[in-house]
């Protein structure tokens, strides 16, 4: 360990005593009240893989925060003690603290569910339920703030019953009704809880002297800060009124968490923060408080991490992403078995079920979410039942994770791919701007492969039918990937563009092409770039296009540019990069014809047509599976050359990346295993119903 040991130095927290310096902050995960003994597993796996503290996601206190659709934690009454204390039974079976962010969303919280009144500092438009409500909440009372602290202080003491060691105070994030009266643009009261700071931090200090006094001597008591909202003198900021409101508390809580705000800030892509992004802004926190310090910035290295201790900005190294990407993190440092760390890649799709009410995921780690429900562990896989040698015929995310797994399992692989250098798309779209990080996909599982004699590694091994046949192979996996379609078919049109052969069009595979090859061969001049992908190849090439000097329009079907960035909290920012290169928008288009000089396009609200000019078009549609190989192997699976025959990730149905790790992982469990296809693969949390 060595040079990590501070690390590994114990942390007092008020009456508790965290085991090391890391820290699992409160993070979102889809599992929440709805799915507790999936979320107890997904836990407690990460206090086994060392982490000293691990929290919950935000936990409703009452039926006035129902934060419905989206699944988070509850605990309304007595009756959802049972569900949590799972959760704690699982963290503290190895020794960790475990902790509770109880949360009253104030006018976040729509109240779907309960259809009780959203309450907030004043009556102003709900933010929460999915987006522009048309609600408002009633501007609280006296009574109404009573009640909250009242509901407040039974939550913590059923906190503390469910078995709880921290239990936080919640001002983060722009989510809470804490840090709603804090800020000057939702609080323009003008009595007890508004208008000068004092008045405005009122609040906050009540539910901490609140819970102190409740469950104090028992549990350790948090504050989570935002400590600013990155909207200048609109906000909180950290040189501004946030370091007054720690000065104003400094010594109240046993620990201060401390981050940004929003959760946009909070939790930036790998492509617009760098690892340790946040410390800027936080840290000036220590040098007012004599209390532990935690923060967070996506550390993925323990240099960094241990660089964050010695310059005193932190006491405690915060993690959501990194701990979901690698739960044994911390345990890989302690033995010495860096190269084993799965980095997280910064990509946000652990985000992104969060608002789709999912169960999380994550690109890195195919096992995130399925601890319980198909008994996944990160670090160990069952032995194989029968010693096979299998061909994995692709090296891309899901061949390579497919291969690698199938090593871990001692079956001998033969991983070949047509292309010299490995990775598949993510080898690729790794060199396209700010998606650096996506090539640990890759890095992370060519270096386990390394270490497995079991897995013999062929590139630039192009396969036909009987190329696999003449090899005695019995059984063969096929990830073959997927191509761009140059012909513009999409979800929108449904069919091909008219037109589409007219010339000068191009697929980002073309474009891609050039980056792998280190040549540039895109006309100058007005480039169209049609977006009927939504996710962020279309935005990227616009912006790769615009730096090199092209005239570039983005047209897109939907609303918004790269739609579905909205859920990796990354659509206002590329929107406002392609802004800046002077890219222009088109929204609401389809792209129904284009000839040799023009691109024709057509409202998707009444159809009116426009005509756009253009040299080039850069189509960003469908993809086409890659199955030839495939197909051709079905007759020898059929009269039983084959023992078995697999098609996995994008060849079988173009995805996200993080699902072609899954296909990959899926397939290398499932191989030699019997399968019932009748049946559901994974387990469902039931509830009982009285007969």
């Not at 012909?487 to 069009?505: E, P």
């Not at 890219?583 to 609200?605: I, N, Q």
Request: proline residues 6%; negative net charge.
């Amino acid at each position: 360990m060595g040079d990590y040991d501070v690390l590994f130095e114990p942390v007092r927290i008020g009456p508790k005593v965290a085991p090391n310096r890391f820290y699992q902050v409160p993070h979102c995960n889809g599992l929440g009240h709805a799915r507790p003994t999936s979320l107890a597993a997904m836990r407690g796996i990460k206090a086994e893989g060392g982490w000293g503290v691990v929290c919950t996601e935000e936990v409703e206190i009452h039926p006035t925060s129902d934060l419905a659709p989206y699944v988070e934690g509850r605990l309304w009454d007595d009756d959802d003690i049972a569900g949590l204390r799972l959760m704690t039974e699982a963290v503290h079976e190895h020794g960790s603290l475990a902790g509770i962010e109880l949360t009253h969303a104030g006018l976040d919280a729509a109240n779907h569910y309960s259809r009780m009144t959203p309450i907030g500092p004043r009556s102003e438009g709900v933010l929460g339920g999915g987006g522009f409500e048309p609600a408002q909440t009633r501007a609280m009372t006296r009574r109404d703030f009573a009640d909250v602290r009242r509901w407040h202080r039974a939550a913590a003491v059923r906190a503390r019953d469910a078995g709880f060691d921290i239990v936080y105070c919640y001002a983060a994030h722009g989510l809470t009704l804490p840090m709603q009266l804090l800020s000057r643009r939702h609080n323009d009261r003008t009595d007890e809880y508004g208008g000068s700071l004092e008045n405005r931090v009122r609040f906050l200090r009540e539910i901490i002297e609140d819970t102190k006094d409740a469950v104090g001597h028992d549990c350790a008591v948090a504050v989570r800060l935002a400590v600013d909202e990155l909207v200048g003198e609109q906000g909180i900021t950290h040189d501004g009124e946030a370091a007054e409101i720690v000065a104003m508390l400094a010594e109240l809580p046993d620990l201060w968490d401390v981050n940004i705000s929003d959760w946009s800030n909070d939790s930036a892509t790998s492509r617009f923060a760098a690892e340790g992004h946040q410390e800027p802004y936080i840290a000036f926190v220590k040098g007012l408080t004599t209390k532990p310090v935690v923060g967070v910035g996506r550390y993925t290295s323990p240099d960094s991490m241990v660089s964050a201790v010695r310059r005193g900005v932190l006491d405690l190294i915060g993690a959501a992403r990194p701990s979901i990407a690698d739960p044994h993190l911390p345990r890989k440092i302690r033995e010495g078995r860096l190269e084993e760390i799965r980095e997280c890649i910064g990509c946000n799709i652990c985000v992104a079920t969060d608002p789709k009410s999912l169960p999380i995921r994550c690109t890195q780690n195919p096992t995130m979410g399925e601890e319980w429900r198909r008994s996944w562990h990160p670090e160990r896989i069952p032995w194989r039942r029968n010693d096979s040698a299998v061909m994995v015929v692709g090296a891309g995310p899901a061949g390579l994770e497919a291969a690698r797994a199938l090593g871990q399992r001692g079956h001998r692989v033969d991983l070949l791919d047509a292309r010299r250098r490995l990775g598949g798309r993510v080898d690729r779209e790794a060199l396209l701007p700010g998606l650096a990080a996506w090539r640990r996909v890759v890095d992370w599982r060519l270096g386990r492969i390394e270490a497995m004699p079991e897995v013999s590694v062929y590139p630039e091994s192009p396969m036909t039918a009987d190329d696999v046949l003449a090899s005695d192979a019995r059984h063969v996996i096929v990830a073959t990937g997927a191509t761009w379609r140059r012909d513009g078919r999409g979800r929108s049109l449904g069919h091909a563009v008219d037109g589409w052969d007219s010339g000068s069009i191009l697929t980002p595979d073309d474009i891609l092409d050039d980056l792998v090859a280190g040549t540039w061969s895109v006309p100058d001049g007005r480039v169209v770039v049609y977006d009927d992908d939504h996710y962020v190849m279309g935005g990227l090439l616009a912006e790769l296009l615009a730096v090199r000097g092209n005239n570039v329009t983005l047209v897109t079907p939907a609303p918004l540019l790269s739609y579905w960035t909205q859920f990796t909290l990354e659509q206002e920012r590329i929107e406002l990069r392609l802004r800046a290169l002077g890219v222009d928008v088109v929204v609401r288009r389809t792209m129904p014809r284009v000839d040799g000089s023009s691109v024709v396009l057509a409202s998707v609200v009444d159809g009116a047509e426009t005509v756009l000019p253009r040299d080039v078009v850069v189509m960003v549609a469908d993809r086409a599976p890659v199955h030839d190989l495939h197909d051709a192997l079905l007759p020898a699976l059929e009269d039983g050359r084959l023992d078995s025959l697999r098609l996995i990730g994008d060849a079988d149905a173009p995805n996200l990346i993080a699902q072609a790790v899954f296909a990959g992982h899926l397939a290398a469990r499932e191989h030699g295993e019997a399968v019932d296809r009748d049946a559901v693969p994974f387990r469902r949390e039931r509830f009982s119903v009285p007969r």
